[in-house]
């Protein structure tokens, strides 16, 4: 599976962007999906996943009640829904695709990984 992410930019603490991951191929139905971010200087870190199937999420701590992850399985997307940003979500996103993931993955776990893209919240 190929991934495309795409909704980054610059926004005011407070403020709100949705991030979109598209897949190609017929099978998106069986991966589980994640957001990672990274910001300059520090390790890639889970924000969020989605677990095929049944489509049970997961959070960080760091973002539980201000982000969203979602998906339209018709679409081949995956969204992420960011509320109340503050500058410390400032990091390049990635979204990341893992076959029949079980659960929380690390980020070595996932198989397939999109461009990232850069999301900057100004204080």
């Known amino acids: 599976v190929q991934l495309q992410a795409s909704g980054g930019g610059l926004v005011q603490a407070g403020g709100s962007l949705r991030l979109s991951c598209a897949a190609s191929?017929?099978?998106?139905?069986?991966?589980?999906m994640g957001w990672f971010r990274q910001a300059p200087g520090k390790e890639r870190e889970s924000v969020a996943g989605?677990?095929?199937?049944?489509?049970?999420?997961y959070y960080a701590d760091s973002v539980k009640g201000r982000f969203t992850i979602s998906r339209d399985n018709a679409k081949n997307t995956v969204y992420l829904q960011m509320n109340s940003l503050k500058p410390e979500d400032t990091a390049v996103y990635y979204c990341?695709?893992?076959?029949?993931?079980?659960?929380?993955?690390?980020?070595?776990?996932?198989?397939?990984w999109g461009q990232g893209t850069q999301v900057t919240v100004s204080s």
């Open positions: 990341a695709a893992k076959l029949y993931g079980a659960g929380r993955h690390a980020a070595s776990a996932f198989d397939h």
């Open positions: 191929g017929r099978t998106f139905s069986s991966y589980t």
């Open positions: 989605i677990i095929w199937g049944g489509g049970r999420t």
